[in-house]
């Protein structure tokens, strides 16, 4: 299960009545921050969403509103007694343009591991203390982990990442077949969590005790970019796709090609041909005041299309 | 006549229902910003106040809750068509802070003009144009302007400065003076402007058609820090003396000497000893959801107390 909130789902600049687009994922009590505008610490506490527990921030490009609100919320999470490392991922130019905004804060109590622009995915693990992460070959290499991200280069003014998790779902427990693979009672546990285990010089692997392979949850967020046939294949069977709608009217495709931002229609047509099950829009340019009055732009190409708003909450669990 | 607009009122971290602490001062058409905490470019919006014609930003200190709002509004002033020269004033780092908050930024299409720590009073005229500044030797080098700020160094954990700003009041214009001085009529309105002039080889001043000198308008501006003598000296006489009330309630005095702030009692004996005219308190603990329930220990040492909420407006006239 993973809990999705839309801290806010403005573009450009930040309004009264609409905080920046910023996305928070709640996952086994841990949580990951999706971008960070001026002010997203302010919807944070509107939504009583907690800061503190925030291990990974992943940022998508450095367009002042989308990171305008990390020196703050870094700053407050500092002042909130935080003293476990802090991870965040974004294009190249991260650790730099990071230095540049933290430049006036003597201390923080926590360190930021920085991860610019990474390749491979990364291997996610939850425990108590926080999420750990490890860059790995392929999403196959992912045994011990529980959610695998990926991200991807888009097609924006500026260097700029969409993001996709996976969250793994272990396969079912299969007693027959651990008895059958000859599995000792005492280490079924062990192998059912995903691990190996070597007893009496024999090498026990989770596949003795475990089913068919089984899908997981996958969520895909993209912004800010023009559509491409790369993003496509990236939001493939998406359970979510979060996706940048800084337009509503089609009247506005000229003004979303130059800005290098997508309208409505364009959102649901990589919603449609990346087969996802849900598309949710974000992202609305400051002079769309109701974004839901061009709702019909997008049903009419991909029906299951939700307009987001700030504060909106979406749990995405195993279908 | 200035027109005073507290955009904020909070001290700390941004909060749902109070802004940081910043305020604007209108003066001629033009602005002047007291700090910017994240948020001050919303609060402006919320207010109504506009943002493209503020032509000097006045910082007190780099902490967060007083800066982190400067590369959201300088980009927004940037998209919103500016091309006039913006002044920030700031203590001695604020170059390299300013540098390091706008690295992200490719452009803005206006230059910044930094002055950090000055030691000397600032001559400020007012055009359509904007505000034009000029360091000078003391007050009263300056005839040829509509407002003199000066900055005091203040008691905080980090480098702070206060400021003060003097609207200037010309004196009357008395005719038969003008006569008496055989100044010709076709100058007087020069002379009657603060302006010196040659004519056919003689000399006119403007004291030659001008009666008594006139107070004008003082307004302090004291955060953050804790009291000191000198305070008391720089605040002297104010018409308004806006200062930081971080914590209301008495028995929070040791806090305040902890954190370098003020209690409201400790502002409120500033203001009586500087024999200000108002007082008007801001810059709250985000502990204190109500600070009008310590207005009396305040009211208690100086009956004109105001408590600052956001948006609150103040116009000053000459008395």
């Not at 996709?164 to 007693?175: A, L």
Request: contains cysteine.
């Amino acid at each position: 299960m993973i809990d999705v909130t839309l801290l806010g789902t403005g573009g450009g600049m930040p309004m009264v009545n609409r905080y920046l687009a910023s996305t928070l994922l709640n996952f086994k009590g841990r949580k990951i921050l999706i971008d960070c505008g001026e002010g997203t610490q302010v919807a944070m506490r509107k939504f009583k969403t907690g800061f503190k527990s925030i291990d990974l921030i992943c940022i998508t490009h450095f367009h002042g509103d989308h990171i305008f609100g990390l020196p703050g919320l870094l700053s407050t999470m500092g002042n909130s007694d935080r003293t476990e490392l802090v991870t965040i991922i974004g294009p190249y130019g991260l650790a730099k343009v990071l230095n540049g905004l933290l430049l006036s804060l003597s201390y923080l109590p926590y360190d930021i591991y920085i991860i610019e622009n990474p390749k491979k995915p990364i291997a996610i693990k939850a425990n108590k203390a926080g999420l750990e992460l490890e860059e790995i070959e392929d999403s196959k290499a992912s045994n011990n982990c529980d959610m695998v991200l990926k991200t991807i280069e888009l097609d924006h003014s500026c260097h700029c990442l969409g993001y996709s998790f996976y969250v793994k779902r272990m396969p079912k427990f299969v007693p027959e077949k651990a008895e059958l693979n000859n599995v000792p009672k005492e280490i079924w546990k062990i192998l059912q969590r995903g691990e190996t285990i070597e007893q009496n010089g024999k090498k026990y692997f989770p596949h003795m005790v475990l089913g068919e392979e089984r899908r997981g949850i996958k969520l895909s967020y993209i912004t800010d970019t023009r559509p491409t046939e790369e993003i496509v294949d990236f939001i493939s069977d998406s359970d979510l796709f979060i996706c940048e709608g800084t337009y509503g009217d089609n009247e506005d495709l000229e003004k979303a090609i130059n800005n290098k931002h997508m309208t409505f229609e364009e959102a649901a047509n990589l919603a449609l041909k990346g087969n996802v099950n849900e598309l949710l829009l974000t992202h609305f340019s400051p002079s769309m005041d109701e974004p839901e009055v061009y709702k019909e732009n997008a049903i009419r190409i991909f029906p299951k299309t939700i307009i987001g708003h700030d504060g909106m909450r979406k749990l995405l669990n195993y279908r």
